[in-house]
């Protein structure tokens, strides 16, 4: 049998000779197609590899009846509907580290140019002008370069800088102090790459969290004449609060690729003569796109022949039995997995999903995996998904262990999630109720009953007349309605928790005020 592969974006010829030269496929290139033209050849093919511009909706999924595999030759999978690929039973694959030297090569580039006026001077000379004195740059060596986001490309960014005698700062959600200590860098807070560093580059991805994580509140709290890098997302940056900024002078410069809008359309920041910019050429290198193209055929090739795929996006399908008997566990394991990563404060080291009463005469591994899907994606976003999430977690140091037992504490089924940091143990159950659908029955050693859906407060406090009235009245000066409100302590005068259901999130000066309650010690507000 001979399979037939559709290229319908350009790709570099030589990324994808590994499908030209296997056996048993033929390879179609044809760019350009539209929408209608797809749907009308879909139906030929048993793959189907793009970039960014075709758009693999679900009416081209319904078409592609011999659909085995669809591959993105980068790493975003925006333009490719993975909920209709999965209920297709078609692996989505894409090639998330054959970017990544090109985008840590491309910081450094500006990194340097930022620092010494290269872009500014060669515009001038180029304009026949002689001018030394309004070029003068700053040396790298010595400085601090703060690294928001240490993954894969801030990781090699950290590398080179260490190359170019940089001391450097970094803030990541899942970096240890040990783990920074292996790679040479020192382990800091936002705030604290905020406060020391003379130069900020960002590489995190866009997330609701990530949004304008640079903003006005953030670029107050920098040094003065701090410069500023972001090739990694638009939108990771305020970019009026920016401009601001360097028309104040609290801002010396800023290196950007990425841009809130693209392709750009208000050149008022980029007007700035302190503000160098190239058009998203992160990924623009020979050597990345041919990687990016290498990755997916060889995941094509492997797929196609009744392999397993190195560079998964989406889930496998499971047995029909299988998944009947766990899919109604699989949204509360999510929602278990995004509230422990909300309680914890500390990075994660190492996560036990622990499996009570029937559940554990299954394979229950899809439901672990989506556990941790749900434990990262407040950090890493919406590519993390039930088949990498496990690798993802590996690569950030964290452990995964997987445990059954019999004993069902008065539930017929029992999911719980214990996660363990450098000083402390956080634990979060959670079972079906007939009738009653998902709920959250153990927070730590407090026995609760809260449904896993909206805003919710988690708040530690001294179990002490007046603390949850206090509550109340100042959640009511700031127009929020409590929903519902379940409250657990250990013993009287001890310590206790409250978790309430509100009507909308609470801002920043409603959290602090609430924080600032005699006798209260934390609060949490959780989004599921």
Known sequence: MTFQVLISDPLNEDGIKPLIDADHIEVHMLTNLSKAELLERIPEYDALIVRSQTKVTEDVIEKGERLKVIGRAGVGVDNIDLDAATERGIVVVNSPDGNTNSAAEHTMAMLMALARNIPQAHAS??????????????????????IIGLGRIGTEVAYRARGQRLKVIAYDPYLTEEKAKQLGVQYGTLDDVL?????????????????????????RKMKDGVQILNCARGGLIDEDALYRAIKSKKVRGAALDVFEEEPVKNYKLLDLPEVIAT????????????????????????????????????????????????????????????????????????????????????????????????????????????????????????????????RTKGFTNLITIEVQTRSSAKTVAGTLLNGLGTRIVKIDNYSVDVMPEGNLLLIRHKDQPGAIGRVGSLL?????????????????????????????????????????????????????
């Not at 866009?206 to 640079?214: G, N, S």
């Open 125 to 146: 000379i180029k304009n026949h002008n002689w001018d030394r004195k309004s070029f003068v740059g700053v040396e790298l060596k010595d400085k601090i370069l703060g």
């Open 195 to 219: 406060r020391k560093s003379d130069f900020i580059t960002i590489h995190t991805p866009l997330l609701k969290e990530t949004r304008h994580i640079l903003s006005a509140g953030a670029f």
């Open 279 to 406: 058009p998203h050429l992160g990924a623009s290198t020979v050597e990345a796109q041919e990687n990016v193209a290498v990755d997916v055929s060889y995941d094509v090739i492997r797929i196609l022949n009744g392999g397993l795929p190195q560079n998964p996006v989406n889930i496998p399908s499971v047995s029909a039995e299988v998944m009947e008997k766990i899919e109604p566990y699989f949204n509360l394991s999510e929602k278990l997995g995004r509230f422990i990563a909300r309680m914890t404060e500390e990075p994660i080291e190492e996560v036990t999903v622990r499996f009570s009463g029937s559940l554990t005469e299954l394979d229950i591994s899809p439901l672990t995996r989506n556990a941790v899907k749900g434990m990262l994606k407040p950090y890493l976003g919406e590519h993390v998904n039930d088949v990498n999430a496990p690798f993802l977690a590996s690569r950030k140091g964290i452990t995964i262990n997987e445990s059954k037992t019999s």
């Open 476 to 528: 009511g000066q700031y127009d929020v309605n409590i929903a519902t409100m379940q409250v657990g302590r250990s013993n009287v005068g001890g310590d206790a928790i409250m978790v309430l259901t509100i009507d909308k999130p609470i801002d920043k000066e409603c959290l602090d005020d609430l924080r600032n309650i005699p006798n209260i010690m934390h609060v949490i507000p959780i989004e599921l």
